[in-house]
Nanobody, 124 residues
Framework: EVQFVESGGGLVQAGGSLRLSCAAS????????IGWFRQAPGKEREGVSG????????YYADSVKGRFTISSDHAKNTAYLQMTSLKFEDTAVYYC?????????????????WGQGTQVTVSS
């Protein structure tokens, strides 16, 4: 059974930093794509960042390039999203997801397994 334990969300002032963690189990972590997505109230879920655990390729939405960094620790089966220079508009529930595909790392429809989400609130 695919499972995720997400952590690291919280309340932070604009300009601050947070690191989200996604501990995964129940699948071959090294062979999967991992994505981070977010959903703000009243908005559609959007792709933030993705990483190929097989070759390390990373992908970012334009809105977070230069501020967010995705990484994976294969020994811990855990993915991370380091978020810096946070803005009010980054406020959302953040989800990690995994899939063995080779598609669009920023498209929620291309991911089949999802975490429960963690709230990130940035105060202006």
């Amino acid at each position: 059974e695919v499972q995720f334990v997400e952590s690291g969300g919280g309340l932070v002032q604009a300009g601050g930093s947070l690191r989200l963690s996604c501990a995964a189990s129940g699948f071959s972590f090294d062979d999967y794509a991992i994505g981070w997505f977010r959903q703000a109230p009243g908005k559609e879920r959007e792709g933030v960042s993705g990483i190929s655990n097989s070759d390390g390729s990373t992908y970012y939405a334009d809105s977070v390039k230069g501020r967010f960094t995705i990484s994976s620790d294969h020994a811990k089966n855990t993915a991370y999203l380091q978020m810096t220079s946070l803005k009010f508009e980054d406020t959302a529930v953040y989800y990690c997801a995994a899939d063995p595909f080779r598609g669009n790392y920023l498209n929620p429809a291309d991911f089949g397994s999802w975490g429960q989400g963690t709230q990130v609130t940035v105060s202006s």
